[in-house]
């Protein structure tokens, strides 16, 4: 596609992924509203934030493919359809399990969009430059977007209530969907390529399961016997989804892209940068606001160094590809960000400029990491494995993400009921021990002379479970860096 119009299709596409990944993360600022309106616990919590990831995660493969069967446009605005009404009934949600149910609903659509927009960019820009600038532009946005997310959600909280952060998607999609029908070039798809719905569910098994055994681990009180259930049905179904994979003529995913060793390290780098942004920000959002007091536009401003960084690198590394390669640059910024990271846990009760340095390296780091990612997935895959391929980066990203969340809010949650341990005269309701959120709504019916003590060592044992989040950040991204430089440099 020769035309100028084909940067209005980005643009297109662009501002629909932006929905999508800002839907990941936007609710993170709302959690503690939304856990005080919906008097939600602290697993329902992690469910609200997780439900999202873990079906996208789960999909993503099987809509790839239903991408390339049925043709890339038409995915792309159906899922915009049951994006937007999913965005209505996530907003009105009176309960936490409705809300739950919303936000798998709104993943079901961000997971039919989005192996669509990276197979159409593929298709639209046909000069090599080109392509490889809208692959830094679409990463920008993919972690950006995802680091503006509570960015959006402060502003849209100091004015309205949490249901604000979905019903903000609808006038969006709406404006979306008509310009994409108008606009976005239909190519036709391929009829013979299947649809394996099998398949996908137990894609879904094997990372629910894995999921479920993470967060009973991570319980004060865990059962053995709930987290090896929940293991062994992860091993399962994932073996279940191999032995398919090896018995059917068009797999969902062909393990044969992975004997590129780009194509690898784009898929481990993007989930590793996916995971560690997501659960940094999940704590970095809570402490901020119930530790620190801030308001959650205060909260978000706060932050907004890491969107900002992510914006400037997406470009940027797209255009330094061709002359410094895609594995170089997916070391270097996994580097970046673990010295960024690094720097906020030596630095986050010193002055204002170094926050502002660590969040604008790790934004900077996790751009410039997701555009090489990108480019490393997307051009070392032949063109009829166009949606295939960009699954699979999006499955990177999402299940990163999911993980992130789980491993590492359940390690916050673990240090923390490890961490409050109050005098015998003290007598601590279970409610505090579950999460600090909880500690708050407690401390709300006890006497000044309780209450007081107990805030403050449940604000204590959040900061505990803060640090341990950050070296457990800095940690994943210093040794995945370190591993790609000394796997990309051996000879081929």
């Known amino acids: 596609m020769n035309s100028p119009l084909r940067w209005l299709v980005l643009g297109i596409l662009s501002s629909a992924l932006l929905l999508i990944v800002i839907d990941m993360t936007v609710i993170y600022l709302a959690l503690p509203s939304l856990t005080y309106e919906l008097q939600a616990s602290a697993n329902e919590k992690l469910w609200i934030v997780n439900a999202y990831a873990l079906t996208v995660a789960g999909l993503l493969p099987g809509m790839g493919a239903l991408g390339d069967r049925f043709g890339h446009k038409r995915m ?80 849209l909280l100091e004015h309205f209530w949490w249901g604000s952060v979905f019903i903000i998607n609808v006038p969006i999609v709406l404006l979306a969907l008509v ?24 894609v879904m098994g094997a990372l629910v399961g894995l999921t479920l055994a993470i967060k009973e681990a991570g319980k004060a009180d865990p059962s053995a016997l709930q987290a090896g259930i929940a293991a062994i049905t992860a091993v399962v179904c994932a073996l279940a989804f191999l032995r398919r994979q090896r018995q059917t003529a068009v797999p969902m995913i062909d393990f044969a892209l992975f004997r590129d060793r780009s194509f690898s390290a784009g898929v481990v780098a993007a989930s590793v940068a996916s995971a560690a942004l997501m659960g940094m920000e999940l704590v970095v ?20 160094p890491i969107p900002l960084g992510a ?34 846990l030596l630095g986050y009760g010193a002055q204002q400029w170094v926050q502002i340095l660590s969040f604008s390296l790790l ?94 060592l449940a604000q204590g044992a959040f900061d505990n479970a803060f640090v ?8 994943l991204l210093g040794i995945t860096s370190g591993g790609i430089a000394l796997c990309t440099r051996r000879p081929r």
């Open 179 to 202: 310009l994409a029908v108008i606009w976005v070039p239909a190519r036709p798809g391929n009829p013979g390529r299947p649809f394996d719905l099998l398949a996908s569910l137990w």
């Open 468 to 475: 341990a989040v950050m070296i457990a950040v800095v940690a």
């Open 363 to 456: 934004g900077f780091g996790v751009g410039a990491a997701m555009t090489a990612a990108s480019s490393a997935m997307l051009l070392h895959a032949p063109p009829d494995r166009a949606g295939m391929a960009a699954s699979i980066e999006e499955v990177s990203y999402e299940l990163g993400g999911a993980l992130g969340i789980a491993i590492l809010g359940s390690l916050m949650s673990a240090v923390y009921t490890a961490a409050i341990v109050t005098p015998k005269a003290m007598a601590l309701p279970d409610l505090a021990r579950d999460s600090l959120d909880g500690a708050l709504i407690a401390a709300e019916s006890l006497p000044d002379a309780i209450a007081a003590p107990l805030i403050s």
């Open 285 to 304: 959002s809570q402490r901020l606001q119930l530790v620190v007091g801030l308001s959650p536009l205060q909260a978000g401003l706060t932050i907004l």
């Open 76 to 155: 792309f605005i159906a899922g915009l359809v049951v994006f937007g009404c999913a965005s209505l009934g996530a907003a009105f949600s009176p309960t936490p399990e409705l809300l739950i149910g919303a936000r798998v609903a709104l993943a079901v659509g961000a997971a039919m969009m989005m192996p669509a927009t990276l197979a159409i960019i593929r298709h639209v820009f046909v000069d090599a430059r080109e392509r490889a600038l809208a692959f830094g532009i679409w990463a920008a946005i993919a972690s950006g977007g995802a680091a503006f997310g509570p960015v959006v959600g402060g502003v």
């Open 311 to 344: 914006f400037i690198a997406g470009p940027l590394a797209g255009l330094a590809l061709p002359r410094i390669g895609a594995e170089r640059i997916l070391s270097a910024s996994l580097a970046l960000s673990a010295a960024g990271a690094l720097l906020y």
